[in-house]
T-cell receptor, first 117, second 112 residues
């Protein structure tokens, strides 16, 4: 399995509080991604990073910010959590430089289950 | 905007049966197509990746095909086993871009 660790694995918090989720990888992959998974919507991309301090928005980025100060860590922050952000959050990594651009699958962490009351 | 559809949403089969899962996408300008497996409470495990220039990929009892022009892919599972029970997801990436667009998945149950 790809070395991806998400923390925390579970979190319950209240509306309006800030929340930070961490994704740590040991594979030295260039690309890192944050997805959320919701019933009826499937997996949707929130933000992604293509290098240290290089990030871009995904499909559902409103209410979320990210930071990547080191290759191995990608942080997802909910500045003021809302109940609509209750979800399971997955981190993924990939590196197109390994074996050619189109040939590298994304590898996923085990997810963080976040409940906002 | 790319849309990915998976049919059926759920499938229940007896052990030993061969089965096909379907995936369709609306924009044929894809970079690659990936099939994943997700077990309850777990992350996604990559099963097969088909590059846009390829027609199929095989791994063990799994075979995935891609018809880019018609916007379709199938995942064929031979001689299904109870351990194959999981949700199967397909996802496509856009040419020149590595972001994935996912289907909602097919929940497969293989009954012993």
């Amino acid at each position: 399995d790809a070395g991806i660790t998400q923390s925390p694995r579970h979190k319950v918090t209240e509306t309006g509080t800030p929340v930070t989720l961490r994704c740590h990888q040991t594979e030295n992959h260039r690309y890192m991604y944050w997805y959320r998974q919701d019933p009826g919507h499937g997996l949707r991309l929130i933000h992604y990073s293509y290098g240290v301090k290089d990030t871009d928005k995904g499909e559902v980025s409103d209410g979320y910010s990210v930071s990547r100060s080191k290759t191995e860590d990608f942080l997802l922050t909910l500045e003021s959590a809302t109940s609509s952000q209750t979800s399971v959050y997955f981190c993924a990594i990939s590196d197109p430089q390994k074996g050619g651009y189109s040939n590298q699958p994304q590898h996923f962490g085990d997810g963080t289950r976040l409940s906002i009351l | 905007k790319q849309e990915v559809t998976q049919i059926p949403a759920a499938l229940s089969v007896p052990e030993g049966e061969n089965l096909v899962l379907n995936c369709s996408f609306t924009d044929s300008a894809i970079y690659n197509l990936q099939w994943f497996r997700q077990d309850p409470g777990k992350g996604l495990t990559s099963l097969l990746l088909i590059q846009s220039s390829q027609r199929e990929q095989t791994s063990g009892r799994l075979n995935a095909s891609l018809d880019k022009s018609s916007g379709r892919s199938t995942l064929y599972i031979a001689a299904s086993q109870p351990g194959d029970s999981a949700t199967y997801l397909c996802a496509v990436s856009r040419e020149g871009n590595y972001k994935l667009t996912f289907g909602k998945g097919t929940l497969l149950t293989v009954n012993p």
